[in-house]
């Protein structure tokens, strides 16, 4: 499976953007699947995740009522739907992929896959 994030960009604060996560190969059914942000000089850290059907998600504290993480597994894609953005939001956002269960405490090594990054900036 590879993955391929993107829709990043520059949006002021109160701005909304759709992140999309597509990835390639099969049985990307059976990959749990989360984001991650990573602000310059900071860890990376989870901000969403989304089981294998869509039907349980999670959401870090300081996101959760303004982002929304769903998936269509036929057309291989999780978006993570950004809304009430703030600069604190600026960072590097990854998608990665699990063929396990996500929690808030799993190991960034026991992701199976990554994308590559897409740089989100909000300006205040």
């Known amino acids: 499976v590879q993955l391929q994030a993107s829709g990043g960009g520059l949006v002021q604060a109160g701005g909304s953007l759709s992140l999309s996560c597509v990835a390639s190969?099969?049985?990307?059914?059976?990959?749990?699947v989360a984001w991650f942000r990573q602000a310059p000089g900071k860890e990376r850290t989870l901000v969403a995740a989304?089981?294998?059907?869509?039907?349980?998600?999670y959401y870090t504290a300081s996101v959760r009522g303004r982002v929304t993480i769903s998936r269509d597994n036929a057309k291989k894609t999780v978006i993570l739907q950004m809304n009430s953005l703030e600069p604190e939001d600026t960072a590097v956002y990854y998608c990665?992929?699990?063929?396990?269960?996500?929690?808030?405490?799993?190991?960034?090594?026991?992701?199976?896959?990554w994308g590559r990054g897409t740089l989100v900036t909000v300006s205040s």
């Open positions: 989304i089981n294998r059907s869509g039907g349980t998600t």
């Open positions: 190969g099969h049985s990307f059914s059976r990959y749990a």
């Open positions: 990665a992929a699990r063929q396990t269960i996500i929690t808030s405490d799993t190991p960034l090594a026991k992701y199976d896959y």
